[in-house]
Nanobody
C-alpha cells in the first residue's frame, strides 16, 4: 500500500535549521506531485511547499519563501524540506502528502491530497 514516512523533526532555537525527509513507498514515485503541510494545535492544516516529482517544479507558501527549500531524490523515493532561519511560528506538526491520481497537482490544497504521512513534530523556541 501507499506509505509516506516523515522524519527529521525536532526542537531547535530561533534561527536554527532542520531538514525533514519523506520516504515514499507502495507506488510509482514519479507520479504527479508531493507536498509538505503543517498544522499547529487548534489551527487549520496549511500548505508549506509542493514539488512535481517529474521535473522538480516547486511552489512555496509566502510565509516560508526564502527560508524553506523543497527538494527530492527520485532514486531514493524521498522528498526533503530544508528549513532555515526557523521562527517560533514555524512550530507545528509537519506532514508529507502525495497526489497520485490524475495528472494535475493540487498544490497547497489539503483536500486535494489522498495520501498522508504520520507527521513529524517541529518545535522552535524563542
Amino acid at each position: 500500500e501507499v506509505q509516506l514516512v516523515e522524519s527529521g523533526g525536532g526542537s531547535v532555537q530561533t534561527g536554527g535549521s532542520l531538514r525533514l525527509s519523506c520516504e515514499a513507498s507502495g507506488y510509482t514515485y514519479s507520479s504527479n506531485c508531493m507536498g509538505w503541510f503543517r498544522q499547529a494545535p487548534g489551527k487549520e492544516r496549511e500548505g508549506v511547499a509542493t514539488i512535481y516529482t517529474t521535473g522538480g517544479r516547486t511552489y512555496y507558501a509566502d510565509s516560508v519563501k526564502g527560508r524553506f527549500t523543497i527538494s527530492q531524490d527520485n532514486a531514493k523515493n524521498t522528498v526533503y524540506l530544508q528549513m532555515n532561519s526557523l521562527k517560533p511560528e514555524d512550530t507545528a506538526m509537519y506532514y508529507c502528502a502525495a497526489h497520485i491520481e490524475g495528472n494535475g497537482c493540487p498544490y497547497m490544497v489539503v483536500a486535494g491530497y489522498r495520501y498522508w504521512g504520520q507527521g513529524t513534530q517541529v518545535t522552535v523556541s524563542s
